[in-house]
């Protein structure tokens, strides 16, 4: 099993053992799928980033000054 440590922000680093397995780097977008009781991370794809494209201009009601304030911190 491989552990990290969360920062007083919430952000912890990836491990090396799970960039090789995921082949990441520096800059790339990570994806958290939640099952049940289980959270599956894995690389964003291209067709990931194109979907959520296309949901963009569908979420406006997220789209505010207070919703901004209130998710600064994430």
Not at 23 to 45: M, P, S
Not at 55 to 73: F, K, M, P, Q, V
């Given at each position: 099993?491989?552990?990290?440590?969360?920062?007083?922000?919430?952000?912890?680093?990836?491990?090396?053992?799970?960039?090789?397995?995921?082949?990441?780097?520096?800059?790339?977008?990570?994806?958290?799928e939640i099952q049940k009781d289980?959270?599956?991370?894995?690389?964003?794809?291209?067709?990931?980033?194109?979907?959520?494209?296309?949901?963009?201009?569908?979420?406006?009601?997220?789209?505010?000054?207070?919703?901004?304030?209130?998710?600064?911190?994430?």
């Amino acid at each position: 099993m491989l552990a990290a440590k969360l920062t007083s922000k919430y952000q912890t680093t990836v491990p090396e053992k799970v960039r090789q397995v995921l082949g990441l780097h520096k800059g790339d977008a990570i994806a958290f799928e939640i099952q049940k009781d289980k959270v599956l991370i894995r690389k964003v794809t291209p067709l990931d980033l194109q979907f959520a494209k296309s949901l963009e201009g569908t979420l406006s009601e997220w789209n505010s000054e207070h919703d901004d304030e209130a998710y600064r911190d994430l």
